[in-house]
């Protein structure tokens, strides 16, 4: 099992720039696929981006592909997204999670953070 702990989010302009940080604990971090979802108000919670164990392979939503890289650092047991050029329709509350295989969807991770807000302004 492992336990996932998010922050980095907060208030920012359109076009700025925000890094999330998921940090982990429990069970071997570098095992895991990770990945970064997020839900808005009144919508289904959806994929941002994700990452395999070792870090060599990424994925991302059409959304925000050429805009987010999502990475690991498996020695501190820690995910980031860094967001760039964010735009009025990226606020949601984002979450991490982690699973055991490269599935892009919720019910494939079963481990999930508790989320953070990230709200971007016009």
């Known amino acids: 099992q492992v336990q996932l702990v998010e922050s980095g989010g907060g208030l920012v302009q359109a076009g700025g720039s925000l890094r999330l940080s998921c940090a982990a604990s429990?069970?071997?971090?570098?095992?895991?696929?990770i990945g970064w979802f997020r839900q808005a108000p009144g919508k289904e919670r959806e994929f941002v981006a994700a990452?395999?164990?070792?870090?060599?392979?990424?994925y991302y939503a059409n959304s925000v592909k050429g805009r987010f890289t999502i990475s690991r650092d498996n020695a501190k047991n820690t995910a980031y997204l860094q967001m760039n050029s964010l735009k009025p329709e990226d606020t949601a509350v984002y979450y991490c999670?982690?699973?055991?295989?490269?599935?892009?969807?919720?019910?494939?991770?079963?481990?999930w953070g508790q989320g953070t807000q990230v709200t971007v302004s016009s």
């Open positions: 429990g069970r071997t971090f570098s095992s895991y696929v």
């Open positions: 990452i395999n164990w070792s870090g060599g392979n990424t």
């Open positions: 999670a982690a699973g055991t295989a490269v599935v892009l969807t919720p019910n494939a991770f079963p481990y």
